[in-house]
């Protein structure tokens, strides 16, 4: 088994055809399905079931999956770090949930140090993917929040992942509705009164991060639903559908990139805490430590 063969095997999940993926990974079809073929015969297990409409994964593939996901990103960390050609350039990352001051935070450690040479990256994806990140030292530090309905998955969650929250801010539970809405002008609302509109979620990926969700009143049994996993696609549909989402209420921070919306407090109660975290035991480089700096700016508990 070697880390191509990994490659191989995380490329041909995200694939619909072992074609798709051969042509993704620049080798030929049949060369992919020997490798395989190989990995499957060296383990002792198959991977993938392979059928007239195309290939998925077999039970013990998708606990495979997990694990190969985890060893193929601990390796390009090393070869990012060690083998990359050219080594007088700065790194330094970072993952968070969508919060426009995290974004600010890390433009700031930038305009701080300016470096000659360097490769900064600031990741903005979902909940276990900014913990994950994290805990594998592909980030430094991290930005999530957690509400009343999660905080004991989140909290169990950092104890396993062994990573440290320090809480910044709690925020009340708002909506988020387009300046036309007929509710755009009410200081306040109810979720029954907004049973007739779609609310468009922040979409997890998959019903094991359902606990995870960013967004408060995750538990609500919403009548009407839409799942998005892109934060434009999201505005459209608002604005199209007289739709809603349910957030921290930081509108003011994000005036500049969401134009057009409303913010407006929500009756129900599900108060969001944000904070940031790290991995406990490591040293945060020069980098880290301005960019928890600059977080704590934000701090009000």
């Known amino acids: 088994m070697n880390v191509n063969q990994l490659k191989y095997v995380l490329t041909i999940a995200a694939s619909s055809s072992m074609r798709e993926a051969a042509t993704k990974l620049y080798v030929s079809q049949p060369a992919l399905s020997a490798s395989i073929h190989d990995l499957e015969e060296e383990l002792g297990i198959m991977i993938f079931e392979r059928s007239n409409k195309g290939i998925v994964l077999t039970q013990e593939g998708q606990e495979f999956l997990i694990y190969a996901k985890k060893v193929v990103g601990q390796y390009e960390i090393l070869e990012e770090r060690y083998l990359v050609h050219d080594k007088e350039k700065e790194r ?9 001051f995290a974004i600010r935070s890390f433009a700031n450690v930038i305009r701080r140090f300016d470096p000659m040479k360097y490769v900064f990256s600031i990741h903005e994806t979902k909940t276990r993917e900014v913990l994950e990140q994290v805990r594998d030292l592909k980030s430094e530090v991290g930005v999530v929040s957690y509400s009343g309905n999660n905080e004991n998955v989140l909290r169990k969650l950092l104890k396993e992942y062994q990573l440290e929250f320090v809480p910044l801010m709690k925020r009340d539970t708002y909506i988020y509705v387009w300046k036309e809405h007929p509710f755009s002008a009410r200081r306040e609302i109810s979720l029954e009164e907004l049973k007739d509109y779609p609310c468009v979620t922040f979409d997890q990926s998959d019903d094991s991060n359902f606990y995870l969700t960013e967004e408060a009143m995750s538990d609500y049994d919403f009548h009407k639903m839409i799942r998005s996993d892109d ?16 957030g921290s209420g930081m509108l003011s921070d994000e005036a500049a990139i969401l134009k057009g919306l409303v913010s407006v407090k929500l009756l129900e109660e599900d108060p969001l805490i944000i904070g940031y975290i790290t991995r406990k035991g490591s040293s945060l480089s020069q980098y880290g430590q301005a960019y928890v700096e600059e977080l704590l700016r934000y701090r009000e508990i």
């Open 231 to 246: 934060r434009a696609t999201t505005m459209e549909l608002i604005a199209e559908l007289g739709g809603y989402s349910v």
């Open 92 to 100: 330094f990352s970072v993952s968070t949930q969508h919060y426009n």
